[in-house]
């Protein structure tokens, strides 16, 4: 019988030496493709982001159109309190066809109540809408559930009132204007030159403002009440430089703030539900020696702050790298970043404050 050469009874294999390097070798590329991949995958859903936010200024400039000034910051139906009020993105449904959710809100309810908040989540208020969600969220209020609603908040302290599990969330915020407190350096309208001295902003200077921006309160829970409305001729500053919705994402309730301890959720304050008249936010936090104040013993940016302020005055936060989106009341969508001076971001915020805005 013919033997089997020496070849053949010893066919060629890799070495243990040479198997883990080409592991090390594949480990190494994986490591460099990892953040690649993620970068990518970063960028398609700051994309969508951009596109969320193009379809909710479209829906605005369409209603501006049909309505000939833009939604209410706040309106409140009669019969309800204050607290219950609804926030713009109400009035802006059927102009992102969302028509069959705006026509089952029942006015004579608080968007927490039943038929509007149903336990099965099938009510109006439940509903989430994709296009008021970022895609980019990671980080969440205690109370913001990863299926985009309001989730495990206690029961109210209060007879008769309602909490706000299940009501549907939102990503981006409506801007009625800097906070009365924050101090106008560049305005000519705002800066007293006589007398060297730097004046605050007015209540109101943005575009979707608050019940409070009227020149009398709404007195109490029987009559209608709105927002003083804002028309496209009001806005004097230019639509490009003149911010209407940013982002500030990831909210459920809002919390007070505590500088030696955990944050307290306030749980009648749903600032994270698309439907909740505290979707408006004035920007306060100013980081200016000169004219701001501390808070926690911190000079705090309103773009990206520190978490421990992020849902206690809910301003300008994201989680894409380095900035955040927002909405120009031309339709346009501009990235705002982590370092943007803080002159700059409360001119966006005005609409009439006569500032020059170098982005």
Not at 301 to 326: C, I, M, R, W
Not at 342 to 356: M, N, P
Request: net charge negative.
């Amino acid at each position: 019988m013919r033997q089997l050469s020496a070849k053949t009874r010893h066919p060629a294999a890799f070495t243990l030496v040479e198997l883990l390097v080409v592991i090390a070798i594949i480990g190494v590329l994986v490591a460099l493709l990892l953040p690649a991949i993620q970068a990518a995958r970063e960028a398609a859903r700051r994309s969508q982001c951009m596109n969320n936010l193009k379809q909710i200024g479209l829906g605005m400039l369409n209603y501006e159109s049909s309505k000939k000034t833009f939604p209410p910051g706040q309106f409140k139906p009669a019969g309800l309190s204050v607290k219950r009020a609804l926030a713009w993105p109400v009035w802006h449904l059927p102009y992102i066809e969302q028509q069959n959710v705006f026509d089952r809100i029942d006015m004579k309810f608080s968007v927490t109540e039943s038929p509007n908040n149903q336990p099965d989540f099938s009510g109006p208020t439940n509903a989430v809408i994709d296009t008021y969600l970022c895609p980019s969220v990671s980080r969440r209020q205690l109370y913001r559930g990863q299926d985009g609603r309001l989730t495990g908040l206690p029961d109210p302290g209060s007879a008769g009132d309602h909490n706000g599990n299940g009501l549907g969330c939102i990503d981006y915020m409506g801007i009625p204007g800097p906070d009365e407190g924050i101090i106008n350096k560049t305005s000519g309208i705002a800066y007293d030159k006589e007398e060297g001295n730097f004046l605050a902003y007015k209540p109101g200077r943005g575009i979707l403002m608050r019940l409070d921006a009227n020149p009398t309160p709404c007195p109490g829970a029987t009559p209608t009440c709105s927002a003083p409305v804002v028309k496209m001729k009001h806005i004097i500053d230019g639509t490009t430089y003149t911010m209407m919705v940013a982002e500030s994402s990831g909210r459920g309730a809002e919390e007070q703030i505590n500088c030696n301890g955990e944050n307290t959720p306030m749980t009648d304050e749903f600032s994270g539900a698309w439907a909740s008249e505290k979707n408006v936010s004035r920007v306060k936090l100013d980081p200016d020696p000169a004219v701001g104040k501390q808070y926690c013993g911190q000079w705090v940016s309103a773009v990206n702050p520190p978490e421990k302020f992020q849902f206690a005055y809910e301003e300008f936060f994201s989680d894409h790298p380095g900035g955040l989106q927002t909405l120009r009341c031309d339709g346009s969508v501009q990235y705002l970043r982590d370092d943007t001076e803080r002159d700059v971001y409360i001119a966006l915020c005005t609409r009439d404050g006569g500032e020059l805005v170098i982005e």
